[in-house]
């Protein structure tokens, strides 16, 4: 009989972007019930849990499973290196009690793994994006110490092959780390939470709004003011749409002046929510324009899900999300966008094909396979 394995998710922030609404989503899935193999718990700290309260879809999740969530407190003393050391005994305090075999860590989480890594534990830890790995290769480069924790994980789990391949271009670093390297060859897609009805009729597409929706972090690799820019001269010849940037971060204030008029007369929309999924229920299309790649993005899986005609840039692998059946791949976005505006009916057939291409081409259990592999091995 295989003994059942203990995986924490260890996830640290201060914010709640699209990497940290996946990571609760992944951790309290209702797949693990059905699994006698895999225990999962949520190792997260006080700030970032009480974020996820507010939002919509993952309140829900949170008070479903309650016991499998473990708060790191508020640290008593608010300095850099007390800070530090507050995580890192509640990190290992928990590991010890709820007898974790695995820690699968995320983000600002990072340090601290490497320390429990050095001290012999099994650790996965997760690139989430290009910044990220970007960011494990520089100090592998420029920090003795650190670049040997590294050695000793037991996973470097990329989210996508393009992100596996930034770890590519340094061929030191590579030979290096390449047996803990891998990339997951499948996407993690929540799709439990989601409950949507089918598009098959123009009733239910006509309560959609004419809604244009770009929901990412306000910085410049998302692309956000060359959207904002680009939509604000289309907005002037097609005065029936609307457009909602959602998110956070430093280009806020830019992208208010850009946009201010059509602020003001209600037709544009700059700002954060805590409910996407029914911001995207409402939408007609969600653009992305992400360098170096929109894949794989869970407000896109998301906006698929809800019925929405998707527009991406043409970059990396954001093929696999777009076919000439349900949106557009842009290498020209102001011209792509004004002749999907010039046809209803294209945009009413790519929002009932995202629908249901979403839901043919992706589930849960396929990556919870991949994942279980790669614990096991």
Known sequence: MNKTKRIAYCLLSNKLHGAEKRVFKLALSSWFSSQKELSPFLFVNLELFNLAQMNTELSILLKNNSS???????PIINQRVF?????????????IVYKINILHSYLAAYHYSLIL??????????????DVADTFISAHKNTRIESYLQTRL?????????????????????????????????????????????????????NKENVIICACRFIERKNVLKFASVMKDILSNYTDWKIKILGKGPLEIELKKILHEYIENSRAYVGYTNSIIEEFSKSKIVVSLIKPDNYPSQSLFEAMATGNCIVVSNSGNSYRLVDKQNGILSDDFRSDMENLLSSPDKIYNFCVNSYNKFHSDYSENVYFEELSYLYNN
């Open 117 to 130: 890594a050095g001290l012999g534990s099994k650790v996965v830890f997760e690139v989430t994006s290009p």
């Open 68 to 74: 499998i969530i473990k708060i790191i407190p508020k």
């Open 83 to 95: 800070i530090h050391f507050w995580n890192m005994f509640f990190l290992t305090y928990f590991k």
């Open 154 to 206: 037991f996973k470097i789990n990329c989210v996508s092959d393009s992100v596996y391949n930034r770890f590519t271009k340094t061929q030191y670093i590579f030979s290096v780390l390449s047996k803990a390297l891998i990339y997951m060859n499948y996407p993690f897609v929540s799709v439990r939470a989601l409950e949507i009805n089918s598009l098959d009729d123009k009733t239910r597409f006509k």
